[in-house]
């Protein structure tokens, strides 16, 4: 199992009730093609910031109670039920606008400074997906948010971690610049591949900082309970578990990307059983 924070959308699982999933596949569709407009395929730069920007006038007209598409029309199989979903629902239009800023964000910038970048980036990409389930399950509120922000920006940071051979491919790094230089790690790295000491240490630091972030938001499983808590438990433990094969790679993420076999679905169940969260 990939941890991908869109790929973590409970989409059409037996845990969501079944008024709910027409709701999240409606959402999944958006969050995920707009994430392809600017990570799949060839075009270019530019290109790819007019389909978003195409994305950003649906949802302004949404916002307005109009969007006025035909059926025929190329966005009509995301944006009409998307609208169907947002007025049903009552749901915040700013999620989806944050999501449309970080995807093109990521058609125009491929490096971070430090971590406050990084974290406002994954505060637009990954935490809104996780305040919108909140909105969708009537759970929305100050502290189910921010356990909800932390565990979403876990789970992108252990995307990133887990491939930063397959973005430095894209021509991107997510790992924080000032880390970097802190561990003496450069680009050089990652380019050759290269798993040595100072590697390790930068990639510790970073797997740590994430299974906090996960740890942290924990509590949000029981604060919401039933179905979506038991959801968020797997997800939670899911991501921990990949962590905890990086380490046991070594950080060598450039031989091996870290997924998950039948073997760690079982041994996920007994901790999902036991409500063991932290490893």
Same mark, same amino acid.
């Given at each position: 199992? /990939?941890v991908?924070?869109y790929? &973590?959308?409970?989409? #059409?699982?037996? $845990?969501?009730?079944?008024h709910?999933?027409p709701?999240?596949?409606?959402?999944?569709?958006?969050?995920r093609? #707009?994430?392809?407009?600017a990570?799949?395929?060839? !075009? &270019?730069?530019? +290109?790819r910031?007019?389909?978003?920007? !195409?994305?950003?006038?649906?949802?302004?007209?949404i916002?307005?109670?109009?969007?006025p598409?035909?059926?025929?029309d190329?966005?009509?199989?995301? =944006?009409l039920p998307?609208?169907?979903t947002?007025?049903t629902h009552?749901?915040?239009i700013?999620?989806f =606008?944050?999501?449309?800023?970080?995807?093109s964000q990521d058609v125009q910038k491929t490096?971070?400074a430090?971590d406050? *970048?990084?974290?406002?980036?994954?505060? %637009?990409?990954?935490? /809104?997906v996780?305040?919108l389930?909140?909105?969708?399950?009537?759970?929305?509120n100050p502290?189910?948010?921010?356990?909800?922000?932390?565990?979403? +920006?876990?789970?992108?940071?252990?995307?990133?971690?887990?491939?930063? #051979?397959?973005d430095?491919r894209?021509e991107?790094?997510? $790992?924080?610049q000032s880390?970097?230089?802190?561990?003496g790690?450069t *680009? +050089?790295h990652i380019?050759?591949?290269r798993c040595?000491?100072a590697?390790q @240490?930068?990639?510790? *630091?970073?797997?740590?900082? !994430? %299974?906090?972030?996960? &740890?942290?938001?924990?509590? $949000?499983v029981? &604060?919401?309970?039933?179905r979506?808590?038991? *959801?968020l438990?797997?997800v939670?433990?899911?991501?921990?578990?990949?962590? @905890? %094969?990086?380490e046991q790679?070594?950080?060598?993420?450039?031989?091996r990307?870290p997924?998950?076999?039948?073997?760690?679905?079982?041994?996920?169940?007994?901790? !999902?059983?036991s409500r063991?969260?932290s490893t």
């Amino acid at each position: 199992m /990939p941890v991908d924070h869109y790929e &973590n959308f409970p989409v #059409a699982s037996l $845990l969501v009730p079944r008024h709910l999933r027409p709701a999240v596949i409606n959402i999944y569709r958006f969050a995920r093609s #707009a994430d392809d407009i600017a990570d799949e395929g060839n !075009a &270019n730069a530019e +290109t790819r910031l007019v389909q978003l920007n !195409a994305y950003r006038r649906q949802l302004s007209a949404i916002q307005e109670d109009a969007c006025p598409l035909s059926a025929s029309d190329p966005l009509a199989g995301i =944006f009409l039920p998307l609208k169907k979903t947002i007025q049903t629902h009552q749901l915040s239009i700013e999620p989806f =606008f944050d999501l449309l800023s970080a995807f093109s964000q990521d058609v125009q910038k491929t490096r971070y400074a430090d971590d406050q *970048e990084l974290l406002d980036y994954c505060s %637009r990409s990954a935490n /809104p997906v996780g305040r919108l389930m909140l909105q969708l399950y009537q759970a929305d509120n100050p502290a189910n948010r921010s356990l909800s922000d932390a565990i979403c +920006t876990g789970l992108q940071l252990t995307n990133f971690w887990q491939d930063v #051979a397959i973005d430095w491919r894209k021509e991107r790094v997510y $790992l924080p610049q000032s880390a970097m230089q802190s561990c003496g790690v450069t *680009e +050089t790295h990652i380019a050759e591949g290269r798993c040595d000491e100072a590697w390790q @240490e930068l990639m510790q *630091e970073r797997t740590q900082q !994430a %299974r906090s972030m996960l &740890n942290s938001g924990f509590p $949000l499983v029981h &604060n919401v309970g039933g179905r979506l808590g038991l *959801e968020l438990k797997f997800v939670i433990l899911g991501g921990l578990r990949i962590l @905890e %094969r990086l380490e046991q790679l070594n950080y060598n993420v450039f031989s091996r990307r870290p997924t998950l076999n039948k073997g760690d679905w079982i041994l996920l169940l007994g901790r !999902a059983i036991s409500r063991r969260a932290s490893t």
